[in-house]
């Protein structure tokens, strides 16, 4: 029997886009995501070049709605299964972007998991060019969505060291706003590490997460950033993990994030 199809941007009666209990059926691209094949962006692709089949049928449509546990999807005419869930953690090196293709052939994150199988990974966030520390991977696109959502206040912990003096005036600025680009910026927490005669370390955390943020910030107050390391992601810590290399999260950490998360 031919399956019904919902026109463009409506969803099947009855269902549910994110898989909750009315059912889990998405749309395809979404699909091949869930099932941690790739990314919803690189599935798309997919779909547009033809190369992806739904009972055996390729389809082209981006629109097409799928039922996740019980449609056979292929790629190339290879049945696509759910991966395992894989969460790491790397300790991020300054001069790598965030991203697994660089358009202008920039060194990226991922040629620090050169051990990893890294196919289907992708990062939870990003942390800029120059920015070092903490940075999370995984294939779980539900438990990454809800570590985004900025409704989960997940704080993220900085140290940042700053040309000059940094005293407790600053720090209350921080904390009660700073209007940089039109937008008003706030640090949940702030406060003074260590100071020498020349710059200052502080501590800082974030619940927004606004893009370069702290950069910003700074920026606005007249300091220079000389160096940020992001050391935590709620409970999740950097510790001792040198410098580009990566660790499995271990399962208190991931249960940890998902009841973090609602999940």
């Known amino acids: 029997m031919k399956q019904r199809r919902p026109s463009p941007g409506r969803k099947p009666a009855g269902t549910k886009a994110d898989g909750g209990a009315a059912g889990r059926r ?3 691209a979404r699909a091949l995501s869930k099932l941690g094949y790739c990314s919803r962006t690189q599935a798309e692709r997919l779909i547009a070049e033809g190369r992806v089949s739904v009972g055996g049928r390729r389809t082209t449509d981006l629109s097409h709605w ?18 395992t869930k ?6 991020k090196p300054r001069g790598l972007v965030t991203t697994r293709d660089d358009p202008e052939g920039r060194p990226t994150v991922f040629e620090c998991l050169g051990a990893v199988d890294a196919r289907f990974l992708s990062p939870v966030g990003r942390l800029d060019k120059a920015s070092e520390g903490l940075l ?3 294939n779980d696109t539900v438990l990454a969505q809800r570590l985004l959502d900025p409704a989960t206040h997940l ?30 910026l706030k640090a949940t927490h702030v406060r003074g590490l260590r100071s020498g005669d ?3 370390w502080i501590e800082v955390e974030l619940q927004e997460g606004r893009n370069r943020q702290i950069r910003r910030m700074l920026d ?8 940020l ?35």
């Open 26 to 28: 998405v749309t395809l």
């Open 66 to 83: 799928v039922d996740i546990d019980r449609d056979r999807i292929a790629v190339d005419d290879t049945p696509v299964a759910a991966e």
């Open 86 to 91: 894989t969460y790491l953690m790397l300790n």
């Open 136 to 138: 999370l991977f995984t």
């Open 155 to 184: 704080g993220k912990v900085y140290h940042v060291q700053v040309r000059g003096l940094f005293g407790e005036a600053m720090t209350q600025r921080m904390m009660d706003g700073v209007t940089e680009g039109g937008e008003v």
């Open 198 to 200: 020349k710059n200052s």
């Open 220 to 227: 606005a107050l007249g300091f220079e950033c000389l160096r």
């Open 229 to 263: 390391v992001r050391v935590s992601i709620g409970e999740i810590s950097l510790g001792d993990l040198p410098k580009g290399a990566s660790r499995s999260l271990t399962d208190k950490e991931i249960q940890y994030l998902r009841r973090r998360t609602g999940l």
